[in-house]
């Protein structure tokens, strides 16, 4: 059987400075919707190269991926404590 432990890191100290681990966690937010983008990129190529429309629904998909990830930021910039900044959960 395997268990899994986990604990806060409210006591966890930090090297790096509150801006630090603030653009540290806003750079995984952005890694995360670059992920998530990468798999509708080929309809914004081919819009590129062809001129066919990008499907309402991916547009949609891809302005919700990228409002997400300011969203996050946003949240992220507004944080005070170095715990909350890492404590912060990034999902899409």
Known sequence: ENNVFTYPVNNKTWSETLAQLKEKQIEEAKIFAKTLLY??????TRKAEKGTAIPNDIETQR????TACDNHES???????????MNYNIVY
């Open 75 to 85: 949240a992220i910039n507004d944080l005070t404590t170095k715990s909350a900044i």
């Open 39 to 44: 798999n509708t990129d080929w309809y914004v």
């Open 63 to 66: 302005d919700n991926i990228r």
